[in-house]
């Protein structure tokens, strides 16, 4: 057993160290023939297979000296099949690492080593966004792509009430939600300007929340000596997260002049789509649903609200990166592919098939020429992510927090105390 366990040692270091010489290029990636880096190996995602068929196929045929063959998995299952596949040794030698699942895999990546990848290159290699995957063990993925939250907002709307733009800034939201909010004598809402202040009915307020957060300076989560620990209860900066939390819940009071939504709403994105809320934020890649939902809808993109005089702007996305499995039995092929995938053509080729941004930074220089794409490249570039410890579970912290400052059961301090409390034991769980 000894002899066994010393053999699957040397094999992991030499294929570590093949790896290192990839990502610091001692091995040329344009070199179709790199020694060690034969056969194929496999890749996992959610991503549509009619989606990724085109660019993977050009990338394979580009790299005659091995081939990476597609596997995918149902975004319902994902996350067990591949830990029940990883738990029996027939896992996937790469696959798509979405940032929410980035913690909770953390133990089961092969991280690249700094020593290979400085931070200093990957941040000059990728936006913002993509450092999500920057943890003191190494880089847990190679992003790929970036799926901005971004604001779409109904032109006719906006052109009836004689706004002739969006607001690009929180205080032009506090002015215009008024004017476009259609209210009755008893305060009943019959056409809503904004769909914030709830939880159950807005299509993601968790990321709505966290930019906000993160729009005041606020990490969410951060590492401290190897451990990560929840920053929703540090208030040391410029606006404390209480004046936020409170800021957030005014558009669902009705005592506030903001007041535009409520619970009896259905979901904010058929409300969009159905021509009673003027402004939806929602991901990039959605845009293709919305306009299958109401083809006649006359709406645009436009970037998330920012705050006014902040030195620096900021919205929440999506992030997906390349992870090299610990226990692939080919880890040499699956370092270089990582690497050739995620700096090759086949980066911008799988955003475009994807409508979102690409990771890397000289792609995000030229976006599409379309009505759409410049706001979804110029927003990855402001985008930012955090280390979520377990969606569905900080799912129902942020609910939580929403609902019990609705409620006036807790005060924003007292539920930004307990979401706190409930973060961090999420976080040393794992």
């Not at 005659?64 to 994902?78: G, I, L, M, N, R």
């Not at 215009?176 to 004598?185: E, N, Y």
């Not at 307020?205 to 540090?234: H, R, Y």
Request: hydrophobic letters at 45%; glycine letters at 4%; aromatic letters at 12%.
């Amino acid at each position: 057993m000894k002899n066994f366990q010393t053999i699957i040692l040397i094999v992991f270091i030499v294929a570590a160290v093949f790896g290192i010489l990839v990502f610091s290029g001692a091995i040329p990636l344009g070199n179709s023939d790199t020694p060690g880096a034969l056969g194929s190996v496999t890749l996992w995602g959610t991503i549509k297979s009619e989606l990724i068929f085109s660019a993977l196929e050009e990338f394979n045929t580009a790299n005659p000296a091995f081939s990476v063959k597609y596997d995918q998995k149902s975004p319902e299952t994902f996350d067990q099949d591949l830990l029940e596949a990883l738990a029996v040794g027939r896992g996937p030698d790469l696959f798509l690492l979405p940032d929410n699942l980035a913690y909770h895999y953390q133990n089961k990546i092969l991280a690249i080593p700094y020593e290979s990848f400085s931070v200093a290159s990957f941040k000059k290699s990728f936006a913002g966004a993509g450092e999500v995957f920057l943890t003191s063990r190494g880089i847990l993925a190679l992003p790929l792509f970036i799926d901005p939250l971004v604001m779409y907002y109904n032109r006719s709307i906006l052109d009836a009430n004689a706004i002739a733009s969006p607001p690009a800034y929180w205080d032009e939201v506090l002015s215009v939600v008024p004017v476009l909010t259609k209210k009755d004598q008893a305060n009943i809402i019959s056409r809503s300007a904004l769909a914030l202040g709830q939880f159950a009915n807005v299509a993601h307020a968790k990321d709505i929340l966290t930019a906000l957060f993160m729009q005041i300076g606020n990490p969410i989560v951060v590492e401290e000596n190897g451990v990560f620990l929840s920053a929703l209860n540090e208030n040391t900066y410029k606006y404390n997260l209480p004046n936020v939390l409170k800021f957030y819940t005014s558009f669902a009071d009705p005592l506030a002049s903001v007041y535009s939504w409520n619970r009896s709403f259905a979901g904010s994105n058929n409300a969009f789509s159905s021509e009673n809320l003027a402004f939806y934020f929602g991901f990039g890649s959605e845009l293709k649903s919305l306009v299958n939902k109401n083809p006649n809808q006359n709406f645009l993109p436009a970037p998330f609200p920012q705050l006014r005089d902040a030195k620096f702007k900021l919205t929440s996305a999506r992030v997906v990166g390349l992870a090299i499995s610990r226990s692939s039995k080919n880890l040499s092929t699956a370092a270089l592919a990582s690497n050739r995938l995620a700096n090759s053509d086949f980066a911008r080729k799988l955003a475009m098939a994807l409508l979102v941004a690409p990771a890397r930074r000289d792609l995000l220089s030229a976006p599409p020429a379309d009505a759409y794409s410049s706001v979804f490249y110029s927003s990855a570039l402001f985008a930012r992510s955090w280390l979520d410890p377990s969606p569905k579970d900080t799912d129902n912290i942020f609910r939580t927090l929403i609902e019990r400052v609705l409620s006036n059961s807790l005060s924003p301090d007292q539920a930004l105390s307990d979401a706190d409390t409930k973060m961090n034991l999420l976080l040393n769980k794992q």
